[in-house]
């Protein structure tokens, strides 16, 4: 058998964290058994599903790594071949046509929710001729849900879950303007796209039961189920904005890398012994649902922040440059030319130590592709005083003439000026942080004039004199 799973989104929001999750245990599935990943957009609420919704999803499924097999599958596009299902079922029984009006299913509901009934419709037209329809009414159309024994699912998560059918009431399958319901639309899509293993969140596991039953209904195999617990925040409340329950282009948005989220989702829920850092790779290779959690998994950003900082350490310099690029021209309202990016390049090896996400990179980086004259707080301002001045225009005199242009000969500048002028090397490296940073905290300085090359540094030794 070859394996087929499926991500299955509804395009009302965009792709949240839970859904992330999701799709990557899906994909991670299928390519651990050589199968395939399918996608389909579940968009049959028309009011509330939207364009936009669904290039999200797609967007953040893209930039997660997360593809899928063969053609998208729009469910809303699939509504003659749920019909036909609906229909075959009528034919054979398995289905009826309730002629029930608003007013009576009203007063079912409330009925059965005042004796703390399960069921809210009492079957009053599983039975009942259709000549004694009311005039006026177009009827749904009701699966004759098995009332006795019970209806067991055997779950890749949970184990062996049973519910008692009399549980459950007689669902509709469509309704009265010929419209097929999600709990129609889902299974007759799994069967038709070959699903051999649903793997969602664990609250649809209410509707595999009935989904089960309309499977066997059918005469069609139900896919084995693998029902995922939810995400809570970090304090055990269930997952919330306030906890980190944003779309994944929120993630991105916030400097978040896409290896690093997608190790961090691997985590929740799964484990592999001690291991923390886990690759794409090794996860195909070793994820499979026994090691499927069934407690909540808790959602805490500060430990993604940290596997975020673990990946930025790691990556190439040449695409977090790539990745810093939109966020700095933002911020400096100007394109980036190849000498600034040869800069940017250059500091990254100082720079990644000191951030936990691309966001705070580009603003860490920033001053050494700012053009001049540089911005400068409040606080690098105060160092550059009369006497601040003096030493620096020494030493501007110095390095005018330094060769080569590296580290250790700018330190021997710096320092051999400190000594001619019988002060602490302090007193000139802090003003000269101040000139070529703006800042009174960056990298070394010495490294800092190194990239920033010879013409930069004098100048902006310039520009801080001119104050």
């Known amino acids: 058998m070859t394996v087929v799973t499926r991500f299955a989104p509804s395009p009302t929001g965009f792709l949240h964290i839970g859904g992330a999750r999701t799709a990557l245990f899906n994909w991670l599935y299928a390519r651990h058994h050589g199968?395939?990943?399918?996608?389909?957009?579940?968009?049959?609420?028309?009011?509330?599903?939207?364009?936009?919704?669904?290039?999200?999803?797609?967007?953040?499924?893209?930039?997660?790594?997360?593809?899928?097999?063969?053609?998208?599958?729009?469910?809303?596009?699939?509504?003659?071949?749920?019909?036909?299902?609906?229909?075959?079922?009528?034919?054979?029984?398995?289905?009826?046509?309730?002629?029930?009006?608003?007013?009576?299913?009203?007063?079912?509901?409330?009925?059965?929710?005042?004796?703390?009934?399960?069921?809210?419709?009492?079957?009053?037209?599983?039975?009942?001729?259709?000549?004694?329809?009311?005039?006026?009414?177009?009827?749904?159309?009701?699966?004759?849900?098995?009332?006795d024994g019970q209806t067991a699912i055997e779950d890749g998560v949970q184990g062996t879950v049973t519910v008692a059918n009399d549980q459950l009431d007689d669902m509709v399958l469509l309704r009265a303007d010929g419209t097929p319901t999600y709990m129609l639309s889902v299974v007759v899509d799994d069967h038709d796209m070959g699903v051999t293993h649903a793997i969602r969140g664990d609250d649809h596991l209410t509707n595999a039961f009935r989904q089960t039953q309309l499977f066997l209904a059918l005469g069609?195999?139900?896919?084995?189920?693998?029902?995922?617990?939810?995400?809570?925040?970090?304090?055990?409340?269930k997952l919330s904005k306030r906890h980190g329950a944003l779309g994944v282009d929120a993630y991105r948005d916030m400097g978040f890398l896409p290896e690093a989220l997608l190790n961090y989702l691997l985590r929740l829920g799964w484990s592999h012994g001690d291991d923390e850092i886990i690759s794409m790779a090794q996860a195909v290779e070793w994820f499979d649902l026994a090691a499927?959690?069934?407690?909540?998994?808790?959602?805490?950003?500060?430990?993604?922040?940290?596997?975020?900082?673990?990946?930025?350490?790691?990556?190439?310099?040449?695409?977090?440059a790539t990745l810093m690029l939109p966020g700095l021209e933002a911020v400096l309202g100007a394109t980036l030319?190849?000498?600034?990016?040869?800069?940017?390049?250059?500091?990254?090896?100082?720079?990644?130590?000191?951030?936990?996400?691309?966001?705070?990179?580009?603003?860490?980086?920033?001053?050494y592709v700012s053009p001049r004259p540089i911005a400068m707080t409040e606080k690098a301002a105060g160092l550059l005083t009369p006497e601040a001045g003096r030493l620096l225009a020494r030493l501007r005199e110095r390095l005018q003439a330094t060769e080569p242009w590296d580290e250790?000969?700018?330190?021997?500048?710096?320092?051999?000026?400190?000594?001619?002028?019988?002060?602490?090397?302090?007193?000139?490296?802090?003003p000269l942080r101040a000139a070529l940073s703006g800042s009174t905290a960056s990298p070394g300085i010495f490294e800092v004039a190194a990239i920033l090359g010879r013409e930069e540094t004098l100048g902006r030794i310039d520009d801080a004199l001119s104050r």
């Open 337 to 367: 030319d190849e000498t600034a990016m040869t800069r940017l390049r250059a500091a990254l090896d100082s720079l990644k130590p000191r951030a936990k996400t691309i966001k705070e990179l580009f603003e860490n980086a920033r001053f």
């Open 220 to 237: 069609w195999e139900p896919p084995a189920y693998a029902h995922i617990p939810l995400l809570h925040g970090a304090d055990g409340a």
């Open 35 to 147: 199968g395939a990943c399918r996608l389909r957009i579940e968009d049959t609420d028309r009011k509330r599903s939207t364009q936009e919704a669904v290039d999200a999803i797609l967007d953040g499924l893209s930039w997660l790594g997360l593809d899928h097999d063969g053609e998208i599958v729009y469910q809303s596009a699939r509504a003659e071949a749920h019909a036909a299902a609906a229909h075959r079922l009528l034919e054979a029984g398995r289905a009826y046509r309730c002629y029930c009006t608003p007013e009576e299913l009203t007063a079912m509901r409330e009925a059965a929710r005042a004796e703390g009934r399960t069921l809210l419709y009492d079957g009053r037209w599983r039975d009942r001729d259709p000549v004694e329809a009311p005039a006026g009414i177009e009827p749904v159309i009701r699966f004759r849900a098995p009332r």
């Open 292 to 320: 499927v959690g069934r407690g909540a998994a808790r959602f805490d950003m500060d430990k993604l922040t940290a596997l975020n900082a673990h990946y930025i350490r790691e990556a190439d310099n040449d695409r977090l």
């Open 408 to 430: 250790a000969a700018l330190e021997e500048a710096v320092r051999s000026l400190a000594e001619a002028e019988s002060v602490k090397l302090g007193q000139i490296a802090q």
